[in-house]
């Protein structure tokens, strides 16, 4: 079945350190990608989306993705990473079969230590 | 622009009632609507996909019975958990998409269901 695998359950960084979340995703066809954070008592949002194109995506708040086809992977990074990044990062998919339906993956939550 | 609420934040009710949770979406029309249940520690998992004016199609698993779907308007989508019971303890989230074309759903706080 179509899933999604982020293998990191909790990051614990410094500020000013770099970040990198893995996310593989299994679907062999065209697929959909998304980044999501969920901040400390607050409601999903979006951070970065990959539809197609440029396989490097910029999103907000300094993040961004890469999406390599041939290891099925769309890895958030962020080069310096702050407090206030501090959450719950959820990758997720939507391919052709989904209907638009987003398969989330488990999240990674991030601490930061000031 | 495009936000997302829920209501009640958080409700605790005792085993057996029904629960009703409301999403709405306030500054546009939602023709799809989903809700996830998301259990600590956990991924989302959707539970169903509703669009207005249609019946809800419900995820293998959940039973459509108990977890009662009602997409009246294309603001208003209400998830209605009957006979709880504690193992229906979690946390539901809706999200709202703004067409059939688009795959960018804006999400809901969250309700926190406690079943006592």
């Known amino acids: 079945a179509q899933s999604v695998s982020q293998h990191n359950h909790h990051v614990i960084l410094s500020e000013a350190a770099s970040l990198e979340l893995g996310c593989n995703y299994s679907?062999?066809?065209?697929?959909?990608l998304f980044w999501y954070v969920q901040y400390p008592g607050q409601h999903l949002q979006l951070l970065l989306k990959?539809?197609?194109?440029?396989?490097l995506v910029k999103g907000i708040k300094g993040f961004e993705a890469e999406f390599i086809k041939s290891k099925f992977s769309f890895n958030l990074r962020k080069p310096s990473v702050q407090w206030s990044d501090t959450a719950e990062y959820f990758c997720?998919?939507?391919?052709?079969?989904?209907?638009?339906?987003?398969?989330f993956g488990k999240g990674t939550k991030l601490s930061v230590k000031p | 622009g495009a936000v997302v609420s829920q209501h009640p934040s958080w409700v605790i009710c005792k085993s057996g009632t029904s629960v009703k949770i409301e999403c709405r979406s306030l500054?546009?029309?939602?023709?799809?609507m989903f809700w996830y249940r998301q259990f600590p520690k956990q991924s989302l998992m959707l539970m169903a996909t509703?669009?207005?004016?249609?019946?809800?199609?419900?995820e293998q698993g959940v039973e459509k019975d108990k977890f009662l779907i009602n997409h009246a308007s294309l603001t208003l989508s209400t998830l209605t958990v009957t006979s709880a019971h504690p193992e229906d303890s979690s946390f539901y989230i809706c999200?709202?998409?703004?067409?059939?074309?688009?795959?960018?759903?804006?999400f809901g706080p969250g309700t926190r269901l406690t079943v006592t």
């Open positions: 679907y062999g066809g065209t697929v959909n």
């Open positions: 500054d546009f029309q939602a023709t799809t």
């Open positions: 990959y539809f197609s194109g440029d396989p």
């Open positions: 997720a998919m939507t391919y052709g079969g989904s209907q638009g339906n987003l398969i």
């Open positions: 999200s709202a998409r703004m067409s059939l074309y688009s795959y960018e759903q804006y």
């Open positions: 509703s669009n207005e004016g249609s019946k809800a199609t419900y």
